[in-house]
C-alpha cells in the first residue's frame, strides 16, 4: 500500500512531464467509452427483458391458417392470429393465464363541460392481462371472467386518462364515455410502459414513448364495432364488408399471450396446438399439415426483430471506435514507457524488481484510464442526453443513465486502459539496467 | 532515397509500426463502412416522392360521436360530415386546393396489396400501394399525368376502407402500368385489384413514391395506384394545397374552421395538422440521426488515429535525435529528413490500408448478411484509401518537420 503511493505519485510526476501524450491518451479513452456506452444505453434500452421475472413463463403462439409460402417465402406462419383461431384459443383455454389482444383507438370525452375530446390508444383484451402481464394498479384492479362471458361496459385506464378526463384521484366505479358509450371504471392503473411492448409487437414494432391509455373487455369492443386500428394482414381480400366482414376472414389481426408454468404445460400446449391445426385439416379448412409455432417471449422478440438494425449496427461501430482508441493507447503508453528507458535502468540497477516495474507502469496506465473514466463519464452523460436528437421518435426518451451505466463507463475505461498497458509495461520491464547505464 | 535504411530502422520498432499499421487498417475498415452507411442514408432521404412537396398540408381529424356502423345509413352520415369539412376547407382564404385523401407518401399508413391480371390472381402481379381520395386528389398532390385521364367527380365512390366494392376505374403509377404491361399499353387495360371485380386503367402517373419508408416497403417503393374513393370512417384526412408561403396561416385557419363547424372533433398537435415538410422530418428523422451518428464516430476516429500517428512519430523523432544529427551533419539536406518520415509513414499507412481494405470488405460481407447493407462499391473504397493515406501525411507532417529542424551540431553532442 505505502508503495502504491509512491507509484502513484511518481505516475502523477511521468503524466505531467508530458502533458500532449498524456491529454491525447485520456481523450482517445474518454471519447472511446462514451461513444461505447452512448450507443449501449440504446441497445439496453430496446433489448432488455420487458418482463424479466416471467417472460419465460409467457408464450405467443402462431398458428399457419395461410398455407405454405403464403407469408413471406419462409415456412414461418403469419405473426398474428385471425378471429377464429384467437376465440378458439380463448374457447379452449388450455393456459394458466390466456388473452387475445387487439389494437382500439376510441375516443373519450373528459367529464365536465367543455373539455376537448381525446383520442385514447388501448387494447380489448381479456380479464386475465392484467395478472398475466403483472400489471400494476393504483386503483381497483381489472375485470372478471365473468365480465368478459357478459361483454360487461367496464374499462381500465391509464393514470394519464385519469388525469386527463377526471382530473386523477381515485374514480373506481365512476362512469366514462368510450367512443360514446358508459363505462364503469374498473381500475387505474399505475404507470406501466414496459418497452418492449412485448404484448403488441406487430402494430407498435416495439416501442412507443405513450403507453396505452385504455383497456376494455375483448368481447365487448367487438361487440360495439370498435374496429381495429392497427396492422391487417391478408392473404385474400374479406368477403364481406365492415369490421364484421374482417372477423369472418382469415386475415391476421390479433396478438395472443398464454401463460404456460413449466416443461410439461409447454409440451401439452404444443401438443393442442398441433391437435387444433390436425382438426382444421380434417374439417377442410387448412390444406396442409400443422404448422405452427410456440415461441417464448425473448424468443418471440428475437424472432420478430424488436430491436432495430440501426441501433446493433451503431453499438458495433462505437465498440470498434473503442477498441482502435485502445490500440492507439497501446501504441502510446509503449512510446511514453519506452522514453523512460534510461530512469527504468536506474531503478532496476538501484535493486527494483521486475514485479515493481510492473507496479509502477500498471498503476501509471490505471492513472490515465481513471483520467479517461472521469471524461468519459462526462462525454456519455452528455451522449445520452443528445441521442435522442438522432434517434428515430418511438426510441426518444428510452435511453437512461443510470449509477449502473455510470459504473460501467468508469470500469471499462479503466479495465480497458490496464489491458492497454500490459504489453507496454511488459517491454519496460524487459529493459536491460546494465545496458542504460551504459549508453548514458 | 533507397527505402532500404527506412526499413532498417522499421524494424527496430516492430511493436509500435504494428499498432500503427492495425490501428489504420481498423479505422479505414470502420470508416469505410460507416462512410457507406451514411452515402446510403443520404441517397434514401434525398428520393423523390413525386408529389410537390412545397405548400402542401395534410389534416388528419377524427369525429367524436360519429357512427361506428357499417350499416348505409352511418356510411352516408359519415360521407356527410367529410363532404362538409372539404367545403369548409376550400372556402378557406390562401387555399388553392383540398382532396380527400387517405394517405400520403412518407405518412407511414399504407393499404397495399397486389394488382393482377386475371381474377384468379394468378401469373403476373404487382404489389401497390393504394391512395384513396376523390377527383382533386392528383391535381392536389401535383402529380404528373403523364397518359390517360383524371379522375372526375362522376368516378368518385364514397365506402369505408372494409367494404368490398371495387372502382371501375383507376390511376396508375408508370412503375405499376410497366410492370403489368411491359410493352407500354396500360392505358385503358383491365386489372383485378382483389382477384374477383375488374378495374379498368384510365390514367398514368409519372411518379408517386408509397407511403411507407420501412424496409418491406422497398421492394414495391413506387408502386402506386389512385383509387377515386372517398373513404368513410369514424376518421378522415384532407390534403390541403395552399398560396406560396402560406401553409402556417393556412394550418391555423383550418383548425379555427374545422373546430368552428364541429368542435367534437380529435386533432392533436401532434399528428392533426402537419405540413408535408414535417411529414418528411419526421418519417426521414432516423436515417438522418444514423447518418450523424456514423459521421460523428468517423470523426472521432480519424481524429484519434491521427493523433496517434502524431504521437508515435514524435516519439520515434525524439529517439532518433542524435542519427538525425548524424546524417545532416554527413550532408543530408533538410527536405532528405522531412521525406525520409513522409516516406516512412507512406509505407505504414500502406501496409495498413492494404489490411484496411480486406477488413473492410470482411466487415461489409458481415453486414451484409446480418443487416440491411449493400455491398460496398469500389469509389468508396478508393476514395477511404486515398483519405487514409493523406490523412498519415498530414498527421506525420509536424514531427516530421521538427525532424528536418534538427540541426548537424546535435551529431557532436554526448546523447
Known amino acids: 500500500m505505502h508503495m502504491f503511493g509512491y507509484y502513484l505519485e511518481l505516475a502523477m510526476r511521468s503524466l505531467k512531464r508530458s502533458p500532449g501524450l498524456t491529454t491525447l491518451m485520456v481523450l482517445a479513452i474518454g471519447f472511446g467509452v462514451a461513444a461505447s456506452m452512448t450507443t449501449y444505453s440504446v441497445f439496453r434500452a430496446v433489448s432488455g427483458d420487458p418482463i424479466p421475472w416471467k417472460s419465460s413463463k409467457l408464450f405467443v403462439p402462431q398458428i399457419d391458417m395461410w398455407g405454405p409460402g403464403q407469408h413471406g417465402g419462409d415456412r414461418e406462419p403469419p405473426d398474428a392470429l385471425d378471429y377464429a383461431d384467437a376465440m378458439a384459443l380463448m374457447r379452449d383455454h388450455r393456459a394458466t393465464r390466456q388473452s387475445a389482444i387487439y389494437l382500439i383507438s376510441p375516443s373519450v370525452i373528459p367529464a365536465g363541460a367543455g373539455r376537448s375530446p381525446v383520442q385514447a390508444n388501448g387494447y380489448g383484451v381479456y380479464g386475465e392481462f392484467f395478472p398475466m402481464l403483472d400489471v400494476p394498479f393504483q386503483y381497483g384492479s381489472g375485470w372478471s371472467a365473468d365480465d368478459d362471458a357478459h361483454q360487461s361496459a367496464v374499462a381500465v385506464i391509464s393514470d394519464k386518462l385519469n388525469q386527463q378526463v377526471f382530473g386523477g384521484g381515485n374514480n373506481v366505479g365512476r362512469t366514462i364515455d368510450i367512443e360514446g358509450k358508459d363505462y364503469r371504471v374498473a381500475g387505474v392503473l399505475a404507470d406501466w410502459n414496459p418497452q418492449p411492448i412485448f404484448y403488441d409487437v406487430m402494430d407498435t414494432g416495439g416501442y412507443s414513448s405513450d403507453g396505452p391509455d385504455v383497456f376494455l373487455p375483448f368481447q365487448r369492443a367487438i361487440a360495439v364495432n370498435m374496429t381495429n386500428s392497427g396492422v391487417n394482414e391478408c392473404r385474400d381480400s374479406p368477403a364481406e364488408p365492415g369490421f364484421v366482414g374482417l372477423q369472418h376472414s382469415n386475415c391476421v389481426w390479433i396478438a395472443f399471450m398464454a401463460e404456460l408454468d413449466g416443461a410439461g404445460a409447454v409440451q401439452r400446449y404444443r401438443q393442442y396446438l398441433d391437435d387444433y391445426a390436425r382438426d382444421q385439416q380434417a374439417a377442410g379448412r387448412f390444406t396442409w399439415s400443422p404448422n405452427n409455432r410456440l415461441r417464448n417471449l425473448p424468443a418471440y422478440l428475437d424472432h420478430m426483430h424488436v430491436v432495430p438494425g440501426d441501433t446493433k449496427v451503431s453499438l458495433l461501430v462505437a465498440l470498434g471506435l473503442l477498441i482502435v482508441c485502445l490500440v492507439n493507447t497501446v501504441g502510446l503508453l509503449l512510446a511514453k514507457f519506452l522514453r523512460r528507458s534510461g530512469e527504468i535502468g536506474v531503478r532496476r540497477a538501484l535493486g527494483a524488481s521486475r514485479s515493481a516495474i510492473y507496479a509502477q507502469f500498471l498503476t501509471e496506465a490505471g492513472v490515465i484510464g481513471v483520467g479517461g473514466g472521469v471524461l468519459g463519464l462526462l462525454l456519455t452523460g452528455v451522449g445520452v442526453l443528445g441521442v435522442d436528437l438522432v434517434l428515430p421518435i418511438r426510441l426518444v426518451g428510452l435511453a437512461r443513465i443510470d449509477p449502473a451505466l455510470l459504473l460501467l463507463t468508469v470500469l471499462i475505461a479503466v479495465v480497458a486502459t490496464l489491458l492497454a498497458g500490459i504489453y507496454p509495461t511488459f517491454r519496460a520491464s524487459r529493459v536491460q539496467p546494465a545496458w542504460q547505464l551504459k549508453s548514458n | ?415
Open chain 2, 1 to 415: 532515397m533507397t527505402v532500404h535504411p527506412i526499413l532498417a530502422a522499421l524494424r527496430r520498432h516492430k511493436a509500435g509500426v504494428s499498432l500503427i499499421v492495425l490501428q489504420i487498417a481498423l479505422t479505414l475498415a470502420i470508416v469505410c463502412n460507416a462512410v457507406f452507411i451514411i452515402g446510403q442514408r443520404i441517397e434514401r432521404l434525398n428520393r423523390p416522392t413525386g408529389i410537390d412537396e412545397s405548400n402542401l398540408i395534410k389534416i388528419s381529424q377524427a369525429w367524436v360521436g360519429a357512427p361506428s356502423g357499417d350499416d348505409a345509413a352511418s356510411i352516408e352520415k359519415l360521407d356527410a360530415l367529410q363532404r362538409t369539412d372539404l367545403d369548409t376547407l376550400r372556402s378557406l382564404p390562401d387555399v388553392k386546393e383540398v382532396a380527400a385523401s387517405e394517405s400520403l407518401p412518407l405518412s407511414g399508413i399504407i393499404w397495399s396489396s397486389d394488382i393482377s391480371l386475371s381474377p384468379e390472381d394468378k401469373g403476373l402481379t404487382a404489389q401497390s400501394a393504394y391512395y384513396y381520395g376523390d377527383e382533386h386528389l392528383r391535381s392536389t398532390l401535383g402529380l404528373h399525368l403523364i397518359a390517360g385521364r383524371d379522375f372526375n367527380a362522376g368516378d368518385i365512390l364514397h365506402h369505408t376502407i372494409r367494404s368490398t366494392d371495387v372502382s371501375p376505374v383507376i390511376i396508375v403509377a408508370k412503375p405499376v402500368a410497366d410492370k403489368l404491361f411491359p410493352q407500354g399499353d396500360a392505358l385503358g387495360k383491365t386489372v383485378y385489384l382483389d382477384g374477383k371485380k375488374p378495374s379498368t386503367i384510365v390514367g398514368i402517373v409519372e411518379q408517386l413514391q408509397t407511403p411507407t419508408t420501412a424496409s418491406w416497403g422497398n421492394p414495391f417503393a413506387y408502386n402506386s395506384v389512385l383509387l377515386p374513393v372517398r373513404l368513410d370512417g369514424t376518421s378522415a384526412s384532407y390534403a390541403i394545397r395552399t398560396r406560396p408561403g402560406r401553409e402556417q396561416a393556412v394550418m391555423h385557419e383550418a383548425r379555427k374552421a374545422l373546430l368552428a363547424v364541429n368542435p367534437m372533433r380529435i386533432m392533436p398537435d401532434a399528428w392533426g395538422i402537419q405540413s408535408f415538410s414535417d411529414i418528411r422530418a419526421k418519417a426521414y428523422r432516423a436515417d438522418r440521426g444514423m447518418a450523424i451518428l456514423m459521421g460523428t464516430v468517423c470523426l472521432i476516429l480519424l481524429g484519434v488515429t491521427a493523433a496517434g500517428i502524431v504521437g508515435l512519430t514524435s516519439f520515434w523523432v525524439g529517439q532518433r535525435h542524435r542519427q538525425i544529427g548524424v546524417r545532416r551533419a554527413l550532408g543530408a539536406r533538410r527536405i532528405d529528413i522531412l521525406h525520409y518520415f513522409q516516406i516512412e509513414n507512406l509505407m505504414i499507412a500502406g501496409i495498413g490500408v492494404v489490411l484496411g481494405v480486406l477488413l473492410a470488405v470482411g466487415l461489409n460481407l458481415w453486414l451484409m448478411a446480418h443487416y440491411e447493407m449493400a455491398r460496398i462499391p469500389l469509389f468508396y473504397m478508393t476514395a477511404a484509401v486515398l483519405a487514409m493515406l493523406a490523412l498519415g501525411q498530414a498527421a506525420v507532417f509536424v514531427p516530421a518537420r521538427r525532424a528536418s529542424n534538427v540541426p548537424p551540431v546535435v551529431a557532436t553532442r554526448a546523447a
